[in-house]
Antibody, heavy 122, light 110 residues
Framework: EVQLLESGGGLVQSGGSLRLSCAASGFTFSTFVMSWVRQAPGKGLEWVSGISGSGDSTYYAASVKGRFTISRDNSKDTLYLQMDSLRAEDTALYYC???????????????WGQGTLVTVTS | QSVLTQPPSVSAAPGQKVTISCSGSSSNIENNYVSWYQQLPGTAPKLLIYDNSKRHSGIPDRISASKSGTSATLGITGLQTGDEADYYCGTWDSSLSAGVFGGGTKLTVL
């Protein structure tokens, strides 16, 4: 059974940093695209970042580019999101999502974690 | 404002049919695969459709989807109260080099 367990969320002041983790199990982690998708309270889904299976290719939404860094450790089956220069508008539930084998472009998300809440105070 | 445009809400009676549209452009929907997700209150999104029109395993055939040009459509027939949820379309945007989602559509089964 595929499991995605996010952690690392919490309360942080504007301008601060957080590192989210997503521990994966139940599948061959290194072969699948992984992404972070967030949802602000009462709002819709927003794609944040995606990374190829090898970690060689990374992509970011314009709203986080230059502030967030996605990475993965395939030896630990773990996905990360380093979030710097946090802003109030980054407040959201952050989901880890498992994509498909292949390119980040054109992926879809079959498995999702339950999310970790990030709250940025001004 | 989302790159993909969905109606904020749709509604229909039990047993009826509803369609949810997702409008984009040549840089996203027209040239990339579209997927659809259902999100029940307080839960993570659930994949319904991938690669424009392929139903994920376990999704009933009363749920279907299609794509034409820069638009995609999700259809649900035989509506049930359990279908009440938020629905999102998603795809890749080749110009942005980023994933994109629609703003979401709240389905109400009257």
């Amino acid at each position: 059974e595929v499991q995605l367990l996010e952690s690392g969320g919490g309360l942080v002041q504007s301008g601060g940093s957080l590192r989210l983790s997503c521990a994966a199990s139940g599948f061959t982690f290194s072969t699948f695209v992984m992404s972070w998708v967030r949802q602000a309270p009462g709002k819709g889904l927003e794609w944040v970042s995606g990374i190829s299976g090898s970690g060689d290719s990374t992509y970011y939404a314009a709203s986080v580019k230059g502030r967030f860094t996605i990475s993965r450790d395939n030896s630990k089956d773990t996905l990360y999101l380093q979030m710097d220069s946090l802003r109030a508008e980054d407040t959201a539930l952050y989901y880890c999502a498992k994509g498909r084998v292949g390119a980040v472009a054109g992926t879809f998300y079959l498995h999702w974690g339950q999310g970790t809440l990030v709250t940025v105070t001004s | 404002q989302s790159v993909l445009t969905q109606p904020p809400s749709v509604s229909a009676a039990p047993g009826q049919k509803v369609t949810i549209s997702c409008s984009g452009s040549s840089s996203n929907i027209e040239n990339n695969y579209v997927s659809w997700y259902q999100q029940l209150p307080g839960t993570a999104p659930k994949l319904l459709i991938y690669d424009n029109s392929k139903r994920h395993s376990g999704i009933p055939d009363r749920i279907s989807a299609s794509k034409s040009g820069t638009s995609a459509t999700l259809g649900i027939t035989g509506l049930q109260t359990g279908d009440e949820a938020d629905y999102y379309c998603g795809t890749w945007d080749s110009s942005l080099s980023a994933g994109v989602f629609g703003g979401g559509t709240k389905l109400t089964v009257l």
